[in-house]
Nanobody, 116 residues
Framework: VQLQASGGGLVQAGGSLRLSCAASGRTFSKLTVAWFRQTPGKEREFVVRINWGSGITYYSESVKGRFTISRDNAKNTVYLQMNTLKPEDTAVYYC??????????WGRGTQVTVSS
């Protein structure tokens, strides 16, 4: 499956952005889809995941209550709604798919920059 992430950009602190992760080549069926983020010099950080079949989600504590992951079955797309953004949310965001233990599919990242 090929993943295409989009929707990044520059936003002021307190603002919102919505990222999209579209799949091609196969559907997300039976997969877990997750968002990770990474800043230069730091390890990649887990943000959130969703089980495509059950819809069960799991958020990192750093984004809980501010970010919302959702899916659109018809469009085979996962969304990440990011509200109340903070400068520390600045990173390259990647979507990934696979199981909760191993993500074998990765998309190119999309840059999110939050200015203070």
């Amino acid at each position: 499956v090929q993943l295409q992430a989009s929707g990044g950009g520059l936003v002021q602190a307190g603002g919102s952005l919505r990222l999209s992760c579209a799949a091609s080549g196969r559907t997300f069926s039976k997969l877990t889809v997750a968002w990770f983020r990474q800043t230069p010099g730091k390890e990649r950080e887990f943000v959130v995941r969703i089980n495509w079949g059950s819809g069960i989600t799991y958020y990192s504590e750093s984004v809980k209550g501010r970010f919302t992951i959702s899916r659109d079955n018809a469009k085979n797309t996962v969304y990440l709604q990011m509200n109340t953004l903070k400068p520390e949310d600045t990173a390259v965001y990647y979507c990934a798919a696979g199981s909760a233990d191993f993500y074998g599919y990765w998309g190119r990242g999309t840059q999110v920059t939050v200015s203070s």
